[in-house]
């Protein structure tokens, strides 16, 4: 696709309910990186897959995340159990095989915890 | 920890004047460096990126990378107040995509009419 394609854009679920957000990555792009913006805050690094592989998981905040990355392209971001925390935009962002490492993003998944 | 450090602002610029953003980085071996805007509501976008010391420029935007001091900035030339934004620096600590990129927190600036 011509960018990164996240779905959905927004999420309005209950506390306690699981979701899931997708992102569609670049076509091509090996490397494709999951992050969180609070309302107001800096990105906050999730997960990093390049290729079908995740070599940092470091800032998945609890079990409670998990993500998957099937084929080499889209992926998954699962949350179980939502709290009202989790409340934030996902950001999904994707880029070429090093060295062109330059990351372009998504328009995000706002989710909200109610 | 690799560290990325920018100061959070608000940074005011009169419209037409220079704008300076800065950012500081822990990671000596860092290898490539990125400046993206961050509109409100909107996702980040790239608008330079810079590898080699020195300065690099692109219309009003120039990068500058100090490899000994660690640091680089981004300076907007002839500020718009379309530039009001956020400026997010981020680093690549090995140029070869196997860490993960680190963001700074951002830099909120306003050009003032």
């Known amino acids: 696709g011509a960018g990164v394609s996240q779905s959905p854009s927004n999420k309005v679920t209950e506390k306690g309910k699981d979701v899931e957000l997708r992102c569609d990555p670049i076509?091509?792009?090996?490397?494709l990186y999951w992050y969180r913006q609070s309302l107001g805050q800096g990105l906050e690094f999730l997960i990093y897959?390049?290729?079908?592989?995740?070599?940092?998981k470091s800032g998945l905040p609890s079990d409670r995340f998990s993500a998957e990355r099937t084929g080499g392209s889209v992926s998954t971001l699962t949350i179980q159990r939502t709290q009202q925390e989790d409340s934030a935009v996902y950001l999904c962002?994707?880029?070429?095989?090093?060295?062109?490492?330059?990351?372009?993003f998504g328009q995000g998944t706002r989710l909200t915890v109610v | 920890q690799k560290e990325v450090e920018q100061n959070s602002g608000p940074l005011s610029v009169p419209e037409g004047a220079i704008a300076s953003l800065n950012c500081t980085y822990s990671?000596?071996?860092?290898?490539?460096f990125f400046w993206y805007r961050q509109y409100s509501g909107k996702s980040p976008e790239l608008i330079m990126f810079?590898?080699?010391?020195g300065d690099k420029e692109d219309g009003r935007f120039t990068a500058q990378l100090n490899r000994a001091s660690q640091y680089i900035s981004l300076l907007i030339r002839d500020s718009k107040l379309s530039d009001s934004a956020t400026y997010l620096c981020?680093?690549?600590?090995?140029?070869?995509?196997?860490?993960?990129?680190?963001f700074g927190t951002g830099t909120r600036l306003t050009i003032i009419p």
């Open positions: 962002a994707s880029s070429l095989a090093p060295p062109n490492t330059e990351a372009f």
């Open positions: 076509s091509g792009h090996t490397a």
């Open positions: 897959f390049q290729g079908n592989s995740a070599p940092d």
């Open positions: 990671d000596r071996g860092s290898q490539s």
């Open positions: 810079i590898y080699s010391n």
């Open positions: 981020a680093v690549d600590p090995t140029g070869f995509g196997n860490e993960k990129l680190t």
